[in-house]
């Protein structure tokens, strides 16, 4: 009887870690953050986009591709440029947003569904 018992609850510990697996983590308070999903250059160091596709010779959408920035829940982040994707710890207080990769650290701002970040006097601003 214990040794059914056992393998029963085996069975709905698994059923339960699938379902929760197959929902996306289980929801939580992640689950509503409107922070959550991807962001796309917007500008880069004072030229807008239309401007920084212009110099590239891509158009305004394959410039606003060409940089993103993935908020997930978890406090997990995927940082895109050219296609090379780097993973990134991310947490927000109020609008000061900062992103770690386990030895260096970048800050900036999200508000209204705008990130804005300086790294070394080069101002990137990414949106929804």
């Known amino acids: 009887m214990?040794?059914?018992?056992?393998?029963?609850?085996?069975?709905?510990?698994?059923?339960?870690?699938?379902?929760?697996?197959?929902?996306?983590?289980?929801?939580?308070?992640?689950?509503?953050?409107?922070?959550?999903?991807?962001?796309?250059?917007?500008?880069?160091?004072?030229?807008?986009?239309?401007?920084?596709a212009e110099m590239m010779g891509v158009t305004a959408d394959e410039a606003a591709d060409s940089m993103t920035l993935e908020l997930k829940s978890g406090g997990k982040a995927d940082w895109t440029i050219d296609g090379e994707t780097q993973t990134l710890d991310w947490s927000l207080e109020g609008d000061a947003l900062t992103f770690t990769d386990g030895s260096e650290t970048l800050e900036g701002t999200l508000a209204d569904g705008t990130i804005t970040m300086d790294m070394e006097g080069v101002e990137i601003v990414l949106a929804k």
């Open 2 to 52: 214990k040794r059914t018992a056992k393998i029963l609850s085996l069975i709905l510990a698994m059923v339960f870690l699938l379902a929760l697996a197959a929902c996306g983590g289980g929801g939580g308070a992640d689950a509503d953050d409107p922070n959550l999903g991807v962001y796309k250059l917007q500008s880069l160091m004072g030229f807008s986009l239309e401007e920084y």
